[in-house]
Every structure is written in C-alpha cells, then in structure tokens.
DNA sequence: TTCCTATTTTTGTGATCACATTAGCGCCAT
DNA sequence: ATGGCGCTAATGTGATCACAAAAATAGGAA
C-alpha cells in the first residue's frame, strides 16, 4: 500500500534529445576509435556511471554494444578493458582494412567531385598540424576524418560501419603506434589518394589506399 | 531501517555454466540467422524476458548486443524488431559477403586436409536432405554450417565474425528468399567448392564461392 | 458507418538494491 | 624479508520499481 518515493527521477533539466545509454556509447567509442585509451586499461561500470553521471545500467548497456564491437573486451569475470592485441589480431585487422577500404574508395570514386576532393586536400592539411604539434590523438583522429570523408560518398553504410568497427578495434593500438614513430608530416599516401581522385585513376586509387592502410601498421607487427 | 525482502533470488536450480543474458543473446542470435523470425517481427523486452524465464535486464543486454550488430533494428521509440533490408542494403550485404568469404576461402586453403574435405561434403548430403524436405530452416543452418566449417580453417577469427555479422544481418531475408525460391538439391556452387578445395585450386575456388554467396541474394534484389 | 479523441494498457528507460564473486591488501608465521 | 592465508572492499549480475512516452482500444459525434 504505502504511496511512498514517488520521485527520486534526477531534475534532468538539461535536454536529452538522446538516451543516456547513447550519449555514453557515443562518447565512449570515440575515445577508444581515436586512442585515447592505452591497451589494457580497465574501467569498471560505477566508474563510467560516475564520469557520465547515470547509474550503473545505461553505463552496462554501452559497455555491452561496445564489447560487441570489440572496441572493449571483457576478462572471465566480466570485467572490462580495452583490448591488448595479439600480432597475428593486428595483421588481420589490417588485411580486413586492406579489404575494404580499397573497395569503399572504389565505389566513392564516381561520386567525389571537385569540393569533396578540396575538403580531403584541407583535411591532409590539419593532418600536418598535428603531426608538427606530435598531437597524436588528433592526428588519429583527424586521419579517420579523411578516411571517413571519402567514404561516405561511396553510399554503402553497412560497409562502413563494418570498417568503423575495424578502426574501434585498433584504437587503442593505434595510438601505441603513432606515439611510437613520431610523424613529422602528412603520409604521402594521403596524397597519392587524392591525386588518384583527380585523375579518375581508379587502380592507384585502390593501391594508394592499399598502402596507406597496411604501412603503419606493419610497424606494429614486429 | 526495515530489513525485509531477503530473498527474491529464484531457486536457480539448474546450472548457468554462463550468465543469462549471454544464453538469451545466443539462442536469440541463432534463431535470427538461421531465419527463424520474418523480417520485421516485432518483439518485446518482457517477452522477451518471459520466454527464457528472466527479467527485463538480461534481455534488455542482449538486444543491445543484437542491435549492435544489426541482428535487430529498433524504431525511434525503442521498439524493437527484425530488420526489414532495402534492395540497396541486401545488395551491398551480398558484396560484402563476395568480398569477405573468398579471402577466408584462400585462407583456408592451405590448411584445408582431406578430413576437411570429407566434412564438407557430408554437410552438403544434408542440404541435400533439407531441400528435398523443404525444411528452409534446416536448409540455411546447414549452409551456414558448410561455409562456417570452411572458413575455421582459415585462422582469421576476427574475419570471420565480420562474416557472421552479415549473415545475421541476412538472416530474415534469407528465410524470405528461400522460402520463395523452393530448392531441391544442393547448389551447384558447393560441388565446385568442394572440387576446388581437392585440386588445390585458388583461383576457382574464389570464384565458386562468390557465385555462391552472390547468386541466392540476386533473386532478392528484383 | 467512419473518423477523431480520450482513456487505458503496454513498453522502454533508468535507478536502486541484494547477492555472489573476485580482486586487493594487510597480517602473521617461517 | 617473503610467501601464504584470510579478510575487506569493490565489482558485475539480475530483479524490481517508478515514470514517461507511445500504442491500442474504446467511445462518441458527425
């Protein structure tokens, strides 16, 4: 009977134009996509509910999605870290981004015109900020941006997404290897890749991507 | 300071080698990719709950994980249900299939010995069994087995749950098709597989599986 | 009969709690 | 000093509840 508690609804009176769960998955998977996390580092739910102030459930239902993306893993005991991955993951991850990035290239290259290739040109251009400034996470994440840009020209979403999910997972490892070789300038890679979408040049384009793709992480394979 | 409701635990008497929302995720992943639900099929948390015997949370995570995946789609308002393909997407879906399973096929390959072989042509025998029964269910799981069995050999963990994504992705539109198109023997494809995996054939071998994972969703796309 | 509206029911979301398990850490014996 | 042992704190899991929004249903007016 007792009609007691009958609010304990926080005053929430910001806007949540999204749900909470989905403002902390997004933040979260930004973060691993662009390194900011080490491989290894552990984080506990009450710990993300604390940081995004929710409680514990949006917190677990974020951790879950990215889990099942592989931006997280979790131990036998459900507790969760980023990933630490092994050589022979890495390889595969980069064989996978061999795979598809050409091929989304590929499709977006009929679509691209002149602006998109101008705003690629720019992007290479803030690339080259960070790698004077040694901004790794920026360079990280602004090298994304330029992948991103041109693929989604090539209107193939779940391609994309599937990519996007090849990137969460090395997030992490990204970072460990961009802090590692120190960049000085934009890779001329970047470039050749737009040279190719000048030029309507469809096989560089694809053998540019290629390279670009495999080049850093190869390092990593060692 | 009342110190009441100690227990509300039920009996648990059975064993949960794993947590429920795993076992929830799992079967309903499953059925999901072996068609078991019609694309579009609406469904619910609690009914989701009250099917496997749990609360809402474990079935709450485990759509979570599905939707992730794109197993499940949810509309706006958090209903949740499977996902109805355009022709673009079930397109796209298909090329992504054409680009993931030959590589994990040539990956395969060297590693593929004459008990592998055997396998794979005894699953083809039940396929056999399942067209000319009309068990459409039976008829997906078993090609998926066909194909799943290959491609364990290829050692590329990470490139195969790729793969499984998108046939969960497929799962209800694949019930639709087949359902439609009323096979009656094993495809033709799977002989040339098996064929080209004996010769230690790569460059057929790539090609019989991108006509076999290519020529079923072509019919759909009408 | 049909369409619009108001009410009732259903459903997802997030918070909180109890519990089991595990990791962390200090303490004592050797 | 060090290694093993037990204890405490921390953590994940699942159940339950309150609430808001949306869907379904019923009822009345044209």
Chains 1, 2 share one sequence.
């Not at 999910?165 to 997030?171: E, I, M, N, S």
Request: charged share 20%; with cysteine.
């Amino acid at each position: 009977m007792i009609p007691q508690t009958p609010i304990h609804q926080p005053p929430k009176v910001g806007d949540t134009a999204t749900s909470a769960h989905d403002r902390v998955y997004r933040t979260l998977r930004t973060q691993i996509m662009h390194g900011e996390f080490r491989p290894g580092q552990s984080m506990t739910l009450r710990g993300i509910g604390k940081t995004f102030g929710v409680s514990m459930t949006p917190a677990r239902e974020a951790v879950r999605r990215l889990v099942a993306e592989g931006g997280l893993s979790l131990s036998s005991s459900g507790r969760v870290a980023t990933p630490e991955l092994s050589s022979e993951r890495i390889e595969e991850l980069a064989s996978l981004r061999a795979l598809l990035e050409p091929e989304l290239a590929s499709r977006a290259l009929p679509r691209a015109h002149l602006a998109l290739i101008d705003r690629l040109q720019a992007i290479n251009a803030t690339i080259a900020e960070c790698a004077a400034k040694h901004d790794d996470v920026g360079y990280i994440r602004t090298n994304l941006e330029f992948h991103r840009t041109l693929y989604l020209r090539a209107q193939a979403p779940a391609m994309l997404a599937l990519t996007e999910t090849v990137w969460l997972q090395l997030g992490p490892t990204m970072r460990a290897l961009y802090a590692r070789l120190n960049r000085t300038e934009v890779p001329h890679n970047h470039r050749l890749i737009v040279s190719a979408l000048r030029a309507g040049d469809e096989p560089s384009l694809r053998l540019a991507l290629r390279s670009d793709v495999t080049q850093g992480l190869r390092l990593l394979v060692v």
